[in-house]
């Protein structure tokens, strides 16, 4: 090891290395030439490619050419006439400044030029190897030529065996080639341009230098491409051309000065992914962040598994523009990328957006008398099958059918239990000709499937929920509460012709989410994840969500309520008397809790609640068959409360929430204005059928230790959790199932926390 010592490398060897690296393939070579042929104002380009240009590549343009004096030097390393200092990079609006393509391809190529100016009589030939004319002290030679510059490249990396073998096959080469070329004959406005095979009479891409955007981009990337253009036009010191003063000001902001390009609409979807062509001040760029931004937009708005076709030219501040990144020069930095990603993105959103108004599906003629096969079909006993069905990958098969009941649903209590003495048994209402179908939908604006993300918090349904949360301390024994009896006879249907209801129908339809009443029409209840926050977990395809039932029971009921108005079935209550339960003691209870957390509450208020309910009770007897029992003789200063609405069948709102429910008719209704009061009793009603929390231990509770915990609380804790998570997957979600329309502030309330491919991913299985 002593022998190696560090030694300057043969400038041969260095001057290849560096070929190698900036000439990585033909079609590298070919862009370098081409974009020296357009600096130097040509408006004729012709390309011919023999053996993938392994063998010829050849490029002859009508530029300014180049002087004869020029020549000895043309082929060395950084001799250029782009720049003179390195401070001009940063104005710099050419393609070439290093100086080096020529010199690399002379390294590992045969280089011949013929070249003449508009000012010389003759052309001048010369040819090159190493970065010098050979032979060796020879000069350039006259002859006869057209004004332009023929640069000959041949046996390109012919002492480069390795390099010559990585190459699979000479078409393969040829066909980057024509990438290379078609992108710029897109840009290139104003440019003649041909390419073709040494040899072919016919040219694989041939366009005028008359031909506008949409011609040259019909003649590389096809027709239907072509016919499915918008144009992307922004210019920041035009105003007049439909753009903002907004826009104009962000623009410059971030030195964006133009956008000027073609992509395709939502009605042109490819099997096959083409690259965006992207220029940043006229140079070429592989613009990878545009390109995944790019598909994100795009994904809203075309098929799974279909691509666009974008072109767009940029043109930054070039002092913002770092161009000296790459040694191919296919990469540029520059300040605000993120800032200018996001202004393309939006300025194509807007062109997608403003277009889409219809779109255009392909469809298959059906021949007559041909019986069509079905794609899938059943696969036999036997393990053979007629037809073939088209695989599901684990990671996406669903493995539940919402439709399908679940076998606990058999044993629950809820549908074996016998009638007792106490038990509600409830009159069953018509069906209302206000149904709430997943049909009605198609008359809703779509709204993003998308969940947004929440805290998992469960979110408080009203600022009234106190009631629920103490009920084990003041309602649950208070006396006031009753139980029920028999019902009182079915009434015959009567639809609803009030203008205020069919107001608050509408309102649902206009809140609807799409998307979060797919969810729910077609999720599979998995179970409750907390009692007290009311949070349970749910199925949706392949994504496993958390729900607040609380809110989403609400909702649920309250729809209920405008479906059925003025036809409920009604809900008896057995108290200490025959005319029902005693209002002032559900009141006096309700006051009772509410000045034990710190309200102040007027000592006339139980007087003045059950006056203002003795007012208005034949209303909300006719309408929510609220049943108010006139005060006896003996008792002048009640009211008894006798029958409450029946809003789902089977289902027993919790009756300690009674005394919540009779204060929060004396304070959270609007008794003056007819939509707001049925819009108030119909929440609270809502607020009262809902599922109560359940903690695992109140405050009483959690003074004790483990060794005294009292068994029959415990017991009574899991009685109760029992009969909540019955009511909620066989009662309230089956309902839900059938007859919600999410609103769009559940969107809240519903959070996604797992998926199968995310899984899938993690754990490789599931």
């Given amino acids: 090891m002593a022998d190696r010592r560090i030694q300057k490398l043969e400038a041969s060897v260095v001057n290849r290395i560096a070929a190698g690296e900036i000439i990585v393939g033909p079609s590298n070579a070919l862009k370098e030439l081409f974009e020296n042929s357009v600096d130097a104002g040509s408006t004729s380009i012709d390309i011919a490619v023999k053996d993938g240009g392994l063998k010829l590549l050849q490029i002859t343009d009508d530029g300014c050419g180049i002087v004869k004096d020029d020549l000895p030097i043309l082929c060395e390393r950084f001799t250029t006439s782009k720049i003179k200092t390195f401070d001009d990079l940063t104005s710099i609006e050419s393609y070439g400044f290093r100086g080096e393509a020529l010199a690399s391809i002379s390294h590992i190529a045969h280089v011949t030029v013929t070249t003449r100016t508009k000012d010389e009589q003759v052309a001048w030939k ?407 926050k009311r949070l349970a977990a749910l199925q949706y395809d392949v994504k496993l969500l958390l729900v607040d039932y609380g809110a989403v029971c609400k909702e649920l009921f309250y729809q209920i309520g405008l479906s059925e108005f003025a036809n409920f079935g009604a809900i008896e209550l057995d108290g200490e008397t025959e005319e029902g339960i005693s209002v002032r003691q559900l009141l006096q209870a309700a006051v009772n809790v509410k000045r034990n957390d710190g309200e102040k509450i007027t000592d006339n208020f139980v007087d003045e609640t059950i006056e203002m309910l003795a007012d208005n009770a034949e209303m909300v007897k006719e309408y929510f068959n609220l049943t108010f029992t006139p005060p006896t003789a003996s008792n002048s200063n009640d009211l008894f409360i006798k029958t409450i609405p029946l809003l789902l069948r089977n289902y027993m709102p919790p009756l300690n929430k009674l005394p919540g429910l009779m204060y929060q008719l004396g304070t959270a209704i609007n008794w003056e204005i007819e939509i707001e009061c049925f819009r108030d009793i119909l929440t609270q009603l809502a607020l009262f059928y809902t599922p109560e929390p359940i903690s695992t231990a109140n405050t009483e509770k959690q003074k004790k230790t483990n060794e005294q915990e009292d068994e029959t609380d415990s017991g009574a804790l899991a009685a109760a959790r029992q009969n909540v998570r019955e009511n909620v997957e066989i009662i309230l979600f089956p309902s839900i199932q059938k007859r919600l329309i999410a609103p769009r502030s559940l969107a809240k309330d519903t959070v996604e926390i797992a998926n199968l491919p995310g899984l899938y991913k993690i754990f490789e299985r599931c």
Avoid at 512 to 521: P, R
Wanted: with cysteine; hydrophobic share 30%.
């Fill in 126 to 532: 010369a040819q090159y190897l190493d970065g010098a004319i050979v032979p060796r002290g020879s000069k350039p030679k006259p002859q006869a030529g057209k004004v332009g510059t023929q640069i000959t490249v041949e046996d390109l990396f012919f002492n480069v065996p390795s390099r010559k073998r990585a190459f699979r096959s000479p078409s393969e080469e040829y066909t980057k080639i024509l990438d290379v070329v078609g992108r710029y004959i897109v840009h290139c406005q104003g440019v003649g341009i041909s390419c073709k095979r040494q040899g072919d009479p016919h040219p694989t891409y041939t366009v005028r230098k008359e031909a506008t955007h949409i011609d040259r981009i019909r003649t590389v990337f096809g027709p239907n491409v072509a016919n499915e253009l918008l144009e992307i036009k922004f210019n920041a010191k035009d105003r007049d051309n439909g753009v903002s003063s907004e826009s104009v000001e962000e623009g410059k902001k971030i030195g964006l000065r133009k956008i000027s390009g073609f992509i395709t609409n939502a009605n042109y979807s490819s099997k096959k992914s083409i690259s965006p062509v992207v220029f940043v001040n006229n140079r070429l760029v592989t613009f990878d962040a545009l390109r995944r931004a790019l598909s994100q937009l795009y994904s809203g708005f075309l098929p799974r598994g279909g691509h666009y076709f974008s072109y767009l030219s940029l043109k930054i501040d070039p002092q913002n523009v770092d161009v000296n990144v790459h040694p191919t020069k296919r990469e540029v930095h520059f300040l605000f990328e993120e800032e200018i990603i996001d202004f393309v993105c939006s300025q194509v959103q807007k062109a997608l957006a403003d277009v889409d108004v219809s779109r255009s599906f392909e469809t298959q003629t059906i021949i007559p008398g041909v019986n069509s096969t079905p794609v899938i079909t059943r696969v036999g006993s036997s393990g053979g099958s007629s037809g073939s069905a088209k695989r599901v990958y684990e990671y996406n098969l669903v493995r539940t059918d919402p439709k399908q009941p679940k076998i606990s649903s058999l044993f629950s209590t809820k549908t074996q239990q016998s009638t007792p003495s106490k038990a509600p048994r409830t009159s069953i209402p018509l069906e209302s000709e206000f149904e709430l179908p997943s049909e009605s939908l198609s008359e809703l604006s779509p709204d993003s499937p998308a969940l947004p993300p929440s805290s998992g918090e469960s979110q408080k349904t009203n600022e009234d929920a106190t009631f629920e949360q103490n009920s084990s301390n003041g309602f649950e024994k208070s006396p006031a509460v009753g139980g029920v009896k028999s019902p009182t006879p079915r009434r015959a249907f009567l639809p609803t012709t009030l203008r205020s209801i069919k107001q608050l129908r509408e309102e649902v339809k206009l809140n609807a989410h799409k998307g979060l009443t797919d969810v729910f029409s077609n999720h599979t209840f998995v179970g409750i994840v907390d009692y007290n």
